[in-house]
């Protein structure tokens, strides 16, 4: 039934969106997905950059000129040990050192009485290459220090770009948090409570749960936006020290050709940022609560399949311009969801929206196309059907119309014609155009039961009556042609269906019979079986037959064997086509046995009435 067709072709819809979805989704979580997430994010970060603020840390750089005033790395700790020693003068909060002084060298005298003298110092670990611990500074620095923070990197695997960093790491069995966050709680006098979603540090609550490893987002400054002030600077003028009162103070080298720990960010554009930067954009991050939330795998995922399940209502309910238009729209809305949650703090994938949107759009395209397709087809075969009609009208009524015509002459010419003509006259025409009725009828039947716009009459009615009087109207033919049509010992056994269109049937094969066959000839009517439900009644001619080629094409419309057509009897290859539709449609099926010369045989295997 249509309706049945219709859920099923909604229901292969829904299968390919959901497939869309589910595809689009897991793509977005493979390592090509994340890196593609990993660009859309970082150019989101230059799409909306934070509104400007005052910074509360600077960083005190030990820049190009500084290592040069100071005889290069070889003077790098007398270059701080000077450069710490003018900013204490005006009491900065916090100085964090990002330089690993495991071991004793030049100027280490200079730089122990500048710590001394240092506020709130925190110093620098890192972890040990194989892992096994820290290396920390020497005692005579360490003892100085109010807290210890580690400074080792992890960067992103793919492009080496610095977009997050995890607030502690474990080196043997000793954890340590980074340095920026010892930074913040040295600031704020406070210690850190653990919580499984996150960090509870003073005033701040560090969205990092122990399931992601404690990793926040770096939400980076807008480049040149935390002030750096060198010491070379400050030796030129001292009074550039007023910038570091109460800030919170991040020292270390900032000298491309000294400095191994330069990374890059997602505003880098090939402009590489400094580890002291870096660890100062990780405390305004935490200062100013600037913090970047993943949202929810069970969020994205809902977002992809309402995406693709929208796609599908697209192509499902509407069409033409409203298609195109919803579909643009959605493309639209999958780009925009990232942005719009960014503004929120909130990032969301862009992968796996996306992907999902255009695989659900292509895969409900690609179902719009086909039933689209299905239904050009199923025109072209009505159309086709149309045509067909026309021709069999054209020339199966032929004969009737003819006999009508001649009779309708005869009577209107001859107006002293005696009265038994004249009524021999009016029963032909009235037996044809009766005839005429029933052939139409006929036909149209058999359309619809084929287009399933009709269903089969149920009626019984004896198989030997109807052969009967189907070889009794054709023996008409078959005395002109001296053809014996014989019919043997025909069981009286009951079908069940439409009589007239069986009546057809088996009157089409027999006529056929009578046409392709010689003069002096024989065609036989018997039941060479009616075991079972089943019974069997074959029709065989001494014919020209057909050979093997021509039998499998026999029952296509409007095909005609050679010697049919060489034959030079009027047809168009249709009435057998008709024949298998009324056979198929009462459940039984037809068989043809021939070979060229040797005549035809169908058989007709017609279930018996129950």
Not at 218 to 241: C, E, H, K, T, W
Not at 372 to 388: F, P, S
Not at 519 to 526: A, E, G, L, Q
Not at 574 to 602: N, R
Request: hydrophobic share 45%; proline share 4%; aromatic share 8%.
């Amino acid at each position: 039934m249509d309706w049945r067709k219709g859920i099923r072709s909604y229901l292969l819809l829904a299968g390919l969106v959901l497939a869309s979805g589910i595809a689009g989704t897991m793509l977005g979580w493979t390592a090509f997905g994340r890196q593609l997430n990993q660009y859309a994010y970082d150019f989101l970060f230059r799409l909306e950059p934070p509104a400007p603020w005052v910074p509360s840390s600077i960083v005190l750089a030990l820049d190009e000129r500084t290592l040069t005033k100071y005889g290069g790395l070889i003077g790098m700790r007398a270059a701080l040990a000077d450069g710490l020693n003018r900013i204490n003068e005006v009491k900065p909060a916090v100085v964090a050192v990002d330089l690993i002084l495991p071991e004793p060298g030049n100027g280490d005298d200079r730089l122990a009485a500048a710590f001394a003298k240092t506020h709130n110092l925190v110093l620098a670990s890192d972890m040990r290459p194989d892992g096994s611990g820290w290396e920390d500074p020497i005692p005579g620095f360490g003892k100085y220090a109010t807290a210890t923070g580690e400074v080792h990197a992890d960067l992103d695997k793919f492009d080496a770009v610095s977009r997050d960093l995890p607030l502690y790491k474990v080196a043997g069995h000793d954890r340590r948090w980074a340095l920026a966050l010892e930074a913040w709680l040295v600031n704020t006098g406070t210690q850190i409570t653990e919580t499984p979603d996150g960090l509870l540090a003073g005033p701040a609550m560090i969205p990092a749960s122990v399931e992601n490893g404690r990793v926040i987002r770096i939400r980076y400054a807008p480049l040149g936006m935390i002030p750096q002030v060198s010491v070379f600077d400050l030796d030129q003028n001292p009074s550039l020290a007023d910038r570091f009162r109460g800030k919170v103070v991040f020292a270390g080298v900032t000298a491309q050709t000294a400095v191994r720990d330069r990374w890059m960010t997602p505003y880098s554009n090939g402009v590489i940022m400094p580890g002291i930067e870096m660890h100062a954009n990780v405390y305004e991050t935490i200062a100013r609560r600037m913090f970047l939330v993943d949202e929810s795998l069970v969020g994205v995922v809902a977002a992809c399949f309402a995406f693709a399940m929208a796609a599908g209502l697209a192509y499902a309910f509407a069409s033409g311009w409203i298609e195109n238009v919803f579909t643009a729209v959605l493309l639209l809305a999958s780009q925009l969801l990232p942005v719009i949650a960014f503004r929120d703090s909130i990032v969301w994938p862009w992968v796996p929206g996306t992907l999902a949107t255009v695989f659900a759009i292509a895969s409900a395209a690609a179902w719009k196309h086909l039933l689209v397709r299905r239904e050009l087809v199923k025109a072209e075969n009505q159309k086709t059907r149309y045509q067909q009609t026309m021709q069999f009208v054209t020339h199966e009524m032929r004969t009737p119309l003819t006999a009508i015509q001649g009779s309708s002459e005869l009577i209107s010419r001859y107006g002293s014609m005696p009265e038994a003509k004249r009524k021999q006259m009016a029963d032909v025409i009235h037996s044809e155009s009766k005839r005429l009725a029933r052939m139409i009828e006929t036909f149209l039947s058999v359309e619809r039961l084929s287009a399933g716009q009709m269903e089969l009459k149920q009626e019984r009615f004896a198989l030997d009556a109807l052969v009967e009087r189907c070889a009794g109207r054709a023996r008409a033919l078959a005395e002109n042609k001296q053809i014996e049509i014989q019919s043997l010992d025909l069981p009286a056994t009951e079908l069940s269906g439409d009589q007239e269109l069986m009546e057809y049937a088996i009157y089409n094969l027999l006529t056929n019979a009578v046409k392709y066959s010689p003069s002096h000839t024989r065609v036989t009517v018997y039941v060479d079986d009616e075991s079972g439900d089943r019974v069997r009644l074959s029709i065989q001619d001494q014919g020209m037959g057909m050979d093997e080629k021509e039998t499998v094409r026999i029952f296509e419309k409007f095909y005609r064997t050679k010697r049919a057509e060489q034959s030079g009897e009027m047809g168009t290859g249709i009435g057998l086509s008709i024949v298998a539709q009324i056979v198929t449609e009462h459940g039984g099926t037809i068989e043809v046995d021939s070979k060229p010369g040797k005549g035809s045989k169908f058989t007709l295997s017609l279930r018996r009435a129950s």
